[in-house]
């Protein structure tokens, strides 16, 4: 098959992933300090994720689905994987083959697990306040997982990012859960819950956005290194004369002569429209403000002072996570996870 090299691609530094993990592992105090690569690693390749984090010393992975764990054996050797959304009426031939563990999540994935489980270990999801998946803490407590050969128990916190009081609320009511239902490892703590203090770290800690550069908290700040680096090849340059306009809607218009610098890049990659007036990218160091609307798989940027920028010269994309999440009203998730298929990946 002829490989054709694509006008977009992502940078990924390796070195800043294994930092975010050794600093997000030694927050965790004596807690075991895992890695969630659902998504795809969260855009950037959910196996070769795994594989750096996993000489970094990282041991215990979550990915979404079976069809995300499939996608990663052969596991290496010493890793747990934990599939998150637990065993669907579809999911029991891919559960009972892989070396990985369901996460139950409602009283009919416990019978389904039961039944057809065969006695092998699992890891359940209580849902102490998120209402969104696991257990109910009265479920939980009635007896409902007696016998199950529980791994590890889980809850997720659903404000671990804002000082609310439900974190102490979701804290307590995990305990009250720790204290009557039996499991070799108990795991509350995300990547903000990681930043709450050590109460919340328990045995595990399943740190998530915060690996790939996202900000979950200010006690965060200064401590993350970004990890993903969108760039995009020149596919033209043009000159653009005083008073007019680029774009879909003619929504920029030139003060003075004007080169314009147009790239393969656009909503169908996951830059969506909402960069338009906010984003930008360099070259060289020199700044390139977006101009005009975002179209399908096109921008534009005012070149006007970045002299010798010629067709085939790739700009950087302006991407820090939490200052382009707050100037598009896009979330740190939105914007790993949307960057799409078109991007080549390579780590360095």
């Not at 993990?21 to 807690?31: F, I, N, P």
């Not at 700044?287 to 002299?307: E, H, K, N, Y």
């Amino acid at each position: 098959m002829i490989s054709i090299p694509s006008p977009l691609r992502l940078r990924l530094d390796s070195a800043a992933l294994i930092a975010n993990w050794r600093w997000l592992a030694a927050e965790s105090g004596g807690a075991a300090c895992g890695a969630a690569i659902k998504a795809d690693g969260y855009g950037l390749g959910a196996r070769a994720v795994m594989e750096h984090l996993v000489k970094a010393g990282c041991r215990d992975f979550f990915v979404a689905t079976w069809a995300e764990a499939a996608a990663l054996m052969p596991l290496p050797e010493g890793v747990s994987l934990s599939v998150l959304h637990g065993v669907g009426s579809t999911d029991m031939v891919a559960a009972r083959m892989l070396p990985a563990r369901p996460v139950l999540n409602s009283l009919e994935q416990v019978a389904r697990w039961r039944d057809a489980g065969e006695g092998r270990p699992c890891d359940v999801m209580i849902d102490t306040g998120m209402n969104r998946l696991g257990l109910r803490v009265e479920e939980a407590l009635g007896g409902a997982l007696d016998g199950l050969a529980i791994h590890t128990l889980l809850s997720h916190l659903a404000s671990a990012d804002e000082d609310s009081p439900q974190n102490a609320q979701q804290l307590a009511a995990f305990r009250a859960v720790r204290e009557k239902v039996s499991a070799r490892r108990y795991s509350l703590a995300n990547s903000a819950g990681i930043c709450l203090g050590a109460e919340y770290a328990f045995d595990l800690t399943r740190p998530g956005i915060a690996l790939y550069g996202g900000i979950p908290r200010a006690e965060s700040e200064g401590k993350l290194r970004q990890v993903v680096f969108p760039e995009a090849r020149l596919l033209q340059m043009r000159g653009v004369p005083a008073s007019e306009s680029v774009g879909y809607g003619a929504t920029w218009t030139a003060q003075a002569d004007s080169r314009v610098a147009v790239v393969n890049m656009g909503y169908a990659d996951g830059y969506l429209r909402c960069h338009a007036g906010r984003g930008g990218a360099t070259w060289n160091g020199k700044a390139l403000p977006l101009i005009g609307r975002v179209s399908m798989d096109l921008i534009a940027f005012d070149a006007s002072g970045a002299a010798g920028l010629n067709e085939g010269d790739w700009l950087a994309v302006d991407y820090d996570l939490p200052g382009v999440a707050s100037a598009s009203g896009l979330s740190q998730y939105e914007l790993l996870t949307g960057l799409g298929a078109r991007f080549d990946r390579f780590w360095i």
